[in-house]
């Protein structure tokens, strides 16, 4: 079955420390990926998406992630995380025009 | 901004009751969704609208029925609610009509339901 895996379910770091969540796909041809977040007691909102083009996209309060064909993955990461960044994260992938998540992956920023 | 509004935040219902969420948007979307969420698995799509009166099951639509009358209002019903629904339920709507778009979903807050 097509899915969208999420390997880290929780993970802490210290603030200035530099983040990777990972997320992998499993099926191939034309892909559009998504990160979402939840902060604690709000909505779910949208970071950034991937379409075509540039590998690289970047999304809002300085996240970005890199799309690999080669490797079915579409990793976030941030050069240096805030104690605001604690949240839940979603990756999610379209599959004929439902999105697909993650488990999502629990970070906590201690200060 | 896009709003999205449940009709409650917090529910709390018997075995065997019937049982509506009810989910408003306000920007004339024309595709509103219905998750569940629950810890460890993610969100898994119950069912979806394209259009009014239109719809169409999602991964787990056991259980569940879904009403659109009105393009802004999509209901969610449990007919006969069972303790294995006690879930976190999220509805989403976007715009771009079917097939539902690439475009961003917005979310609600969540109605967290538990069944006694």
């Known amino acids: 079955a097509q899915s969208v895996s999420q390997h880290n379910h929780h993970v802490i770091l210290s603030e200035a420390a530099s983040l990777e969540l990972g997320c992998n796909y499993s099926?191939?041809?034309?892909?559009?990926l998504f990160w979402y977040v939840q902060y604690p007691g709000q909505h779910l909102q949208l970071l950034l998406k991937?379409?075509?083009?540039d590998p690289l996209v970047k999304g809002i309060k300085g996240f970005e992630a890199e799309f690999i064909k080669s490797k079915f993955s579409f990793n976030l990461r941030k050069p240096s995380v805030q104690w605001s960044d604690t949240a839940e994260y979603f990756c999610?992938?379209?599959?004929?025009?439902?999105?697909?998540w993650g488990a999502g992956t629990k970070l906590i920023i201690k200060p | 901004d896009v709003k999205v509004t449940q009709s409650s935040r917090y529910l709390v219902k018997r075995t065997g009751e019937k049982v509506f969420l009810e989910c408003v948007q306000d920007?004339?979307?024309?595709?509103m969704f219905w998750y569940r969420q629950d810890p460890g698995l993610g969100l898994r799509l119950i069912y979806f609208?394209?259009?009014?009166?239109?719809?169409e099951k999602g991964d787990i639509p056991e259980g569940y029925s879904v009403s659109r009358e009105k393009k802004e209002r999509f209901s969610l019903i449990l007919e006969s609610a069972s303790t294995n629904q006690t879930s976190m339920y999220l509805c989403?709507?976007?715009?771009?009509?079917?097939?539902?778009?690439?475009?961003?979903?917005?979310f609600g807050p969540g109605t967290r339901l538990t069944v006694l």
């Open positions: 099926y191939g041809g034309t892909v559009n």
């Open positions: 920007m004339d979307h024309e595709n």
């Open positions: 991937y379409f075509s083009g």
């Open positions: 609208s394209y259009d009014v009166k239109m719809k």
């Open positions: 989403a709507s976007t715009s771009g009509g079917r097939p539902a778009s690439y475009n961003e979903q917005f």
């Open positions: 999610a992938a379209l599959r004929n025009y439902q999105l697909i």
